[in-house]
């Protein structure tokens, strides 16, 4: 049932501070403001390694995990898409887990890179939608995402509630691995908590800008989309998003790759979408952006208040967001880029929630 939605992806867009409470209920204590300690999970201070396999969207939100595992936890992530890591044949550490994320829980190749790292002895761990599944039932420890039944080919809760989960596993692991304060861990999970409030307020908000944005959008052949740190797993979002709901051919980069090629492709006929909160990478990206500008590309600039009074370049359209902490900008900046790819895709009167040549879930190879 779409309830009041044109589609089950705009259903699931909305569904998102709901559905990301449910996930937060099960992975934060309310009261203490910490992460909770999960019976049968992985034990984060005996591993020296993680290995992190997925597919499509739950690979980019493994890749935004990697960056929250190395540096709040101090621990090494080797990930890579589960077609390529199934036939790797990587030495994997003996005091290593190894993560497997999938809405469906029945990807072929994950379930192959799963069934690699079991053979090697490695403590098994899968963040997963269907409980139920073959990815869930063949693991040691599975972490829910909570994010129900989702339809949409076009995974949208799914991914943030893949994030949700996974920062509080990260913070856990700072925890087990002594690498974060008490502090730092309740001021991370207070982030964690408001996050369903912005969401509201950001989804009530954005939407006829992006509306009119996507008029325009729906115009071109070719996006470009950028960015860094978490930033950039959300621009690769942002791109297969948009390709695979609008057939836009979309590309997302790392910010500072701008000039080692994708350059020679900007001029007024491609936007570039630049994500860029105001964090600790904001000069550098928006220094990537004014190489976009003095060459004639238009810009599409997703940021906060900050960000937008902090640069006086032109753009096609400007995107502000409320200023949020780290930890929860890419659950927060992944809003208006699912918006853009459906709003694009229904001015294009494409199949929104069953595009052509796509499965919901992918089990054969
Ligand atoms: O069920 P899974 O999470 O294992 O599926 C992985 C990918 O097939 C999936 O995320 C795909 O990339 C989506 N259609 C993207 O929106």
Redesign the pocket.
């Known amino acids: 049932d779409k309830g009041n939605h044109r589609h089950f992806m705009e259903k699931e867009i909305y569904e998102q501070p709901e559905v990301i409470s449910h996930a937060l209920g099960h992975y934060v204590d309310f009261g203490s403001t910490k992460v909770r300690d999960l019976p049968g999970s992985i034990d984060f201070a005996a591993i020296d390694r993680l290995a992190i396999s ?6 980019l939100a493994g890749l935004v995990s990697k960056y929250w595992f190395e540096r709040l936890a101090r621990l090494p992530v080797e990930i890579d898409v589960a077609s390529e890591f199934r036939y790797r044949e990587m030495p994997l550490s003996k005091n290593g887990a190894a993560l497997f ?7 072929a190749d ?1 379930l192959a890179s799963l069934r690699y790292c079991k053979q090697e002895g490695l403590k098994i761990g899968a963040v997963v ?1 269907v409980k139920e599944s073959t ?1 869930a039932r063949e693991s040691d420890a599975v972490f829910p995402i909570l994010a129900g039944p989702e339809i949409g ?4 809760k ?2 943030t509630c893949q994030l949700t989960a996974l920062a509080a596993l990260a913070i856990g692991a700072a925890r087990q691995r002594g690498t974060m304060s008490e502090a730092d861990e309740i001021a991370a999970v207070k982030h964690l908590i408001e996050m369903p409030r912005i969401m509201s307020a950001v989804l009530n908000s954005i939407q006829p800008q992006v509306e009119t944005l996507a008029r325009e959008l729906s115009k071109c052949k070719d996006v470009l989309y950028l960015g860094r740190g978490t930033s950039y797993p959300l621009a690769m979002e942002g791109a ?2 948009l390709k ?1 709901i609008s057939y836009i051919h979309a590309e997302g980069y790392a910010a500072g790759e701008l000039k080692h090629g994708p350059i020679a492709l900007i001029d007024e006929e491609m936007p570039v979408i630049v994500i860029a909160p105001h964090d600790r990478f904001f000069e550098k990206t928006v220094s990537n952006m004014q190489e976009v500008a003095a060459r004639g590309g238009r810009i599409v600039f997703i940021t906060d208040a900050k960000g937008a009074a902090a640069s006086t370049l032109e753009t096609m359209a400007t995107i502000v967001l409320p200023e949020v902490d780290e930890i929860i900008s890419p659950m927060i900046y992944s809003l208006p880029v699912q918006l853009i790819a459906y709003h694009t895709a229904v001015i294009m009167g494409t199949d929104v929630d069953q595009p052509r040549n ?5 089990t054969v190879e």
């Open positions: 997925a597919c499509g969207t739950a690979y994320i999938s809405q469906s829980g029945e990807t994950t939608n990815i080919v076009a995974s949208t799914a991914f297969l998003k695979e796509l499965a919901k879930s992918v």
